[in-house]
């Protein structure tokens, strides 16, 4: 299922989904290259330009269906469709 989709349909906050949409959204800075889940989808491991990795819980994209709104629209602005 496509992501926007997937948090159209969501009724609850959504920790996997929350991880999706924090790397869909993530733009490369001065710090980190890229953004990835973790192995169990629970958490977003951020690369450093020297390799090295942090992880981190994800924003809450999905908390209430206001902010599921916000993160579509954030989405689609960045070109994600479905």
Do not use: Q
């Not at 926007?4 to 869909?24: W, Y």
């Not at 629970?42 to 209430?64: E, I, P």
């Amino acid at each position: 299922m496509k992501l926007i989709d997937r948090i159209s349909k969501l009724r609850a906050p959504s920790n996997n989904t929350d991880v999706l949409i924090e790397v869909a959204l993530f733009e490369p800075d001065n710090d980190y290259v890229s953004a990835r889940p973790n192995a169990a989808g629970t958490k977003v491991v951020y690369m450093r330009r020297s390799g090295k990795t942090d992880t981190f819980w994800a924003g809450d994209h999905t908390l209430t269906s206001e902010i599921r709104t916000e993160s579509i629209a954030r989405l689609r602005a960045k070109g994600v469709i479905g």
